[in-house]
């Protein structure tokens, strides 16, 4: 339990929230104001910041959980889900609580996803793919 997390007090019971979903270690709620009607987060119980502090045997907790609720979704006649998280100031984080985000989404529901904005240079693919591949 992290202080001043809102999601800490989420899960501890201190804020409430509309549950849908709890187990050993993970917790999931709807997202207070919905991309869509059922936009749900889903959470580790134990704080977290994100993705870079978050061991993987736990991440990958959290992923089952979301598949979980995915499924569960379709309950509101949800067509598709994105399933999404973001991870520090630069990505959009405002809640520094590890959380996976699943959003139902429709037919032209109006929201729209990011569009590629850059291609790559002669070279630059293999250069960046290098790059990435040397840290893993
Ligand atoms: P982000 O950190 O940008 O991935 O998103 C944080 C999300 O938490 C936002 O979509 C908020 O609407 C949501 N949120 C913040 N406070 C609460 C709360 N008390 N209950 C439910 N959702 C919340
Ligand atoms: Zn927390």
Redesign the pocket.
Known sequence: MENDC??CK?VKGD????KIYEDEETFA???????NLG?T?VISKEHFPNIYETPEEVMAHMMKTAKKVSIALKALDAEGVNV???NNFA??????HS?I?VIPRFTNDGFELWHGKRGYKDGEKEEIAQKIIAKL
Do not use: E, R, Y
């Not at 804020?15 to 509309?18: T, V």
């Open positions: 809102i999601f989420i804020i409430p929230s509309n709620f709807l997202d207070i104001a919905p991309v936009h987060l999404t998280m973001n990505a959009g984080q405002v809640v520094f959380h985000h």
